[in-house]
């Protein structure tokens, strides 16, 4: 079970100053990775809304970045070929990787559909946690929130992954979430022990502690 108490990566009084200090975990500084993947309308902005908002309740450094919302920002010069696909998720892990450097829980829900791409946006945080919101694609469709998939079946959309572009689901994920099965806040308890786990588990120093 998620225990808040147990987490490391929020902030702390120091004994001798009276000053909040961050541990810090070498040049990563405390900061996370988790990578939300999956069909559109598996649940993954769902999952993803709903660990941001527990762990921004407890003081976590914090942010989320929304695949669709940087489509309209950071990639809106990218269509949905497989290179720009690619490059879209190379941008993505970028501002990711960068956050978490910096002491940040870094939440990515993006579809990411390539394996490769997935493999390096890992490379490029040195703590990762890869979640795979997993939800048949009949389950999907019949979803539907946006309307994608009627218009991808319909032939008004072209290159719609599970439809006529390829998913490639994560072979050893850290996470996976079947959202057939199982309600949204058992997703969401499982992520953040994952992620608690993740942090925990990783030396930490809080700076001026003399350690290493």
Known sequence: MFEPSLLRFTTASSAEDGRSTLPVHGTNRGGLTVWFTGLSG???STICRAVYERLWAIGARVEMLDGDELRCHLTRDLGFSRSDR??????IALVA?????????????????YRAARAEAR???ANFVEVYVNAPL????ARDPKGLYRKARSGQLHGFTGIDDPYEPPLYPDVECRTDCERAPESVERVLVAINSALTSAHFYAPGSGAQ
Not at 86 to 91: A, G, T, V, Y
Not at 97 to 113: D, K, Q, T, Y
Not at 138 to 141: I, K
């Open 97 to 113: 990787g960068m956050l978490a450097r910096n002491g940040v829980i870094a939440l990515v829900s993006v579809i990411s559909p």
């Open 138 to 141: 009949e389950v999907c469709e």
């Open 86 to 91: 690619d490059e879209n998720i190379r941008r």
């Open 42 to 44: 598996a649940g993954k």
């Open 123 to 125: 490379a490029r945080s």
